[in-house]
């Protein structure tokens, strides 16, 4: 007779593991028998388990760098989960597809717990090394799996609870394990759907990187969903002929070739020039398919080239007036879009100039706030007055205050959307306070007065390193943590591939009546824009002031201050020589590690590979 507990069964399923060393079925999940054979075939005794291997430093940022784009997908997405299950005694870590991990995040409560089982970066988790494991199991059968206290191989990690599901790539290939660890008494029911969740949407960014330069339609039966996990992704070729579709997108058109090489029209009644024309006045449209379904869907912009032969089409332009043609712009915004319909904070990274705040506003109109967009600088606080500017205070609460007191922008913002620019530069007993807000959402006035219950859209933008500050002690962990559930990083001008696009927008708002060669567009796509948008905008009106009754051509640009001119190819050169070798220099200092010198210089990793290949070719 079988024991009547599920503790009890598998008390006894262990005895007959390390006394008799079976794996016995009636007493196990099948997933979990499953990896209790493999282990004994594989010679893994229960009671003697193998030290933990771990890997050094150079063979870690090389596993990092070959997962990359997983990796910093799998980052944001850790940060959101962080952000669910915050102060609940969980850590929450990446793995490669072979269950080396490569990077986490925890709570305080679990530190003790994860350097008791050694849970650190560099550690392998592999089934065959380290037993029945959540990591090691699922990268091996390609399968989610939670393994609960005993059901672990090894006893010594029995106090740990963990679920982890696969992240597979656009080619059905195991790209990753996303895993949320706690002890025991913190058993969750939903981790595992909160887990899978956070694999689905990295595993629709790794779709839209693979198939950025296709046609990418995103559809679903409802139109709710359009800019969700649930949407269905299929990318396409020029003439209509299938490249991917995401697992969704199979789903939801069950029963029709949703396969690589079939076409468009052996999917739906829906003409596919139907589906473009529509998309060039309005962003959703009706598609039906072959076995009468109907769905929402919208088409997401193919990618411009950078060189101008002719002056390009009406960009994809946001309400806020933000151009988002270049498709990783177009995926930051689907993200932005996507978190401000949750109402998760949103950190927006880039350089000066780059249009944050503009993001920040298409967020705010996104999440269908009924309130206010504030926008607040941070790096113009004043210490002594930050907590009452953001809070607000009461009559009297200190010299110079205002009479009858104020609300606070925090309150402005209710029902609407609180911008935190140059959040890098808050004073430090400000962030314990934001923090603070973060948790419960309600403020108190400096000086007194009943606390209030706020509803706000928070959005961040930095131009700085937040990890150096936090590594600095200029920046709170637990702060930028909580602040980047979802977070996205704008590109410098000179790297995106809609700069025609930008230019000719600009330029309608500083003179509408004035027009721009190609040659001329190419001329200015060729500077380096350390300003960004803001620069490109000066230069485009001093530009106009010069011949308003002609076309700007490339002369034009040509006689600009700093101009790269034919006549000076030197300086030119030099220029971009200097440039090359400090990124040649720090990616030195780094060890090779891409990301790392990036992230140290401000720029886009595209920038990194280009002044590498530079350095090869020459």
Known sequence: ?????????????????????????????????????????????????????MVDEATLREARDRSDLALRLARTEMKNLYHQVAGTN?????????????????????????????????????EARCGTNALGTTAQQGQPV???GGEHFFNRYGTLTCTAVPVFGPDARLAGVLDASSDCRSRQQHTRALV??????????????????????????????????????????????????????????????????????????????????????RERQRLDDLVGSAFVATVETLP?????????????????????????????????????TRKLPILIRGETGTGKEQLARHAHRAGKRNGEFVPLNCAALPDTLAEAELFGHADGAFTGARRGGAPGLVVEADGGTLFLDEIGDMPLPLQAVLLRLLDDWTVRPVGGGRRRTVDVQLVAA???????????????????????????????????QDFAAIALHLLSGVAPDCSITPAALDRLAERP??????????????????????????????????????????????????????IRTVHRELDGNISETARRLGVSRNTIYRALRGLESA
Not at 26 to 51: F, H, K, Q, V
Not at 105 to 120: E, G, K, P, Q, V
Not at 558 to 563: E, I, R, T
């Open 196 to 281: 899978a969740m956070a694999a689905t949407q990295i595993e629709n960014g790794l779709f839209r990187e693979c198939h950025h330069a296709s046609l990418v339609i995103a559809f679903h039966s409802r139109g709710e969903y359009l800019h969700t996990l649930n949407a269905g992704l299929l990318a396409l070729d020029p003439d209509g002929v299938v490249l991917g579709a995401n697992p969704q997108a199979r789903f939801l058109l069950q029963g029709l070739p949703a396969l690589p090489g079939s076409h468009f029209a052996d999917l739906f009644r829906t003409r596919l020039g139907d589906v473009l024309d529509g998309a060039r006045t």
């Open 90 to 126: 969980f850590m929450i870590a990446f793995a490669a597809p072979d269950a080396l991990l490569l990077d986490t995040i925890s709570d305080s409560s679990f530190s003790a717990t994860a350097r008791a089982t050694a849970i650190r970066p560099g550690s392998l988790w592999a």
């Open 529 to 582: 824009w350390p300003g960004n948008v803001r620069e490109l905008r000066n230069v485009l009106t001093r530009l106009t002031l010069g011949a308003p009754d002609r076309p700007i051509d490339r002369d034009a640009v040509d006689s600009l201050p700093g101009a790269v001119s034919p006549a000076r190819p030197a300086a030119a050169g030099s220029l971009r020589e200097t440039t090359g070798q400090r």
């Open 304 to 340: 411009q080239p950078r060189r101008v032969s002719s002056l390009p089409k009406a960009p994809r332009l946001l309400p806020t007036g933000f151009v988002a043609d270049d498709p990783d712009v177009a995926d930051v915004v689907r993200r932005v879009e996507a978190a401000a």
């Open 1 to 53: 007779m079988l024991p009547a507990t599920a503790d009890e069964r598998l008390s006894h399923a262990r005895t007959l593991l390390e006394r008799r060393g079976i794996a016995d079925a009636d007493l196990l999940a099948p997933p979990i028998r499953d990896s209790w054979t493999r282990c004994l075939a594989a010679g893994l005794d229960p009671e003697r388990p193998p030290p933990l291997a």
């Open 146 to 148: 939670t393994v609960h």
């Open 462 to 496: 930095t131009n700085t390193d937040l990890e150096q500050a936090v590594a600095a002690g200029r920046f709170r962990a637990d702060l930028f943590y909580r602040l980047g559930a979802v977070e996205v990083t704008l590109p410098p001008l000179a790297e995106r």
